[in-house]
């Protein structure tokens, strides 16, 4: 894996040419699915893209200055280029774009099952505050509220 701050150099805005490449990589990763009017109307708030040669993953976010809280909407990388630290480079930039408008606490949501997803928050200081259960029988429609505090 490479380092972060040599892969965050790839990172930058998306604009509207990214969507058709974003709705891609969003449909090879969830099951619930944002279409193109969702990602459009996600290009006014934070929404950042990994692209080398072409578009590999993506990361949205949404901030309240009033209550200086930020919620990570979605964050996806291409399957096939998993465990090369882009989810780390995207997840850092919004992190520091938060941080920027001086938002306090930031919050996301992560199915239970998505290991990896769980660990790769846990090493930026994200912890479980909440666990949701949609269906108690059936712990894969299961998710956690991860929660961090920027001011640490």
């Given at each position: 894996m490479s380092d972060a701050s040599e892969l965050c150099q790839y990172v930058r805005s998306a604009s509207e040419p990214d969507?058709?490449?974003?709705?891609?990589?969003?449909?090879?990763?969830?099951?619930?699915?944002?279409?193109?009017?969702?990602?459009?109307?996600?290009?006014?708030?934070?929404?950042?893209?990994?692209?080398?040669?072409?578009?590999?993953g993506f990361i949205t976010a949404c901030y309240c200055q009033l209550a200086k809280k930020g919620i990570i909407l979605r964050i996806a990388v291409e399957p096939s280029q998993r465990g090369k630290g882009i989810a780390k480079a995207l997840l850092t930039e919004a992190l520091t774009k938060l941080h920027d408008y001086d938002i306090m606490d930031v919050e996301l949501s992560v199915d239970i099952v998505k290991n990896g997803a769980i660990k790769l928050y846990e090493k930026f200081g994200f912890r479980v505050m909440q666990v949701v259960s949609m269906n108690y029988n059936n712990a894969n429609e299961s998710f956690y509220i991860m929660k961090l505090n920027l001011t640490k």
């Open positions: 969507l058709d490449r974003v709705l891609e990589i969003e449909q090879a990763c969830f099951v619930d699915q944002w279409d193109y009017t969702q990602f459009k109307a996600a290009l006014k708030d934070i929404f950042l893209v990994y692209e080398k040669r072409k578009i590999a």
